[in-house]
């Protein structure tokens, strides 16, 4: 069984690699990829310290009284809280390793990661097995946790 290492430059975009980890569940589930598809995420820091991200706005509480005067829920005024930038280069390193009779598979999904969303804006590299840096690839990723 040949393995593809492909992987996507983020940057420091963490909004951006969250949504491609949601879409990779995704494909997982429905194309039932469950270990012929993984995926690592690599982070280098760059060594700049993190800057604080502002305190969210607490939401304000209320009573709301029912029928039987029971407490009602806590009401809240902001909008869902976006992802931070982050201050590391993150990197999405996948691995297909689908076996031989499952070409076309293979294919649909090669064809399809560029033309998708969260993989279109971002740099992308294809690693088949017989190409150079396949072998420091596979070990890095091994590496990672």
């Given at each position: ?15 951006k ?26 982070r ?79 740099a ?17 990723f091994?590496?990672?946790?």
């Amino acid at each position: 069984m040949a393995h593809i290492y492909l992987t996507f430059d983020f940057g420091n975009d963490e909004e951006k690699a969250q949504q491609a980890r949601h879409k990779l569940e995704s494909w997982k589930q429905a194309f039932r990829l469950d270990k012929k598809m993984l995926y690592k995420f690599d982070r280098k820091e760059d060594g700049v310290a993190p800057e604080a991200a502002p305190a969210a706005p607490k939401g304000k509480t209320g009573k709301a009284v029912g029928s039987r005067g029971t407490k009602g829920k806590v009401k809240t005024d902001h909008e869902p809280a976006k992802l931070a930038p982050s201050t590391a280069d993150i990197k999405l390193i996948l691995r297909l390793a689908l076996p031989n009779h499952e070409k076309f598979t293979e294919q649909q999904l090669l064809k399809r990661f560029p033309v998708e969303e969260p993989f279109r804006s971002v740099a992308s590299k294809t690693i088949r097995e017989a190409e150079a840096g396949y072998t420091e690839l596979d070990s890095h990723f091994q590496e990672l946790a």
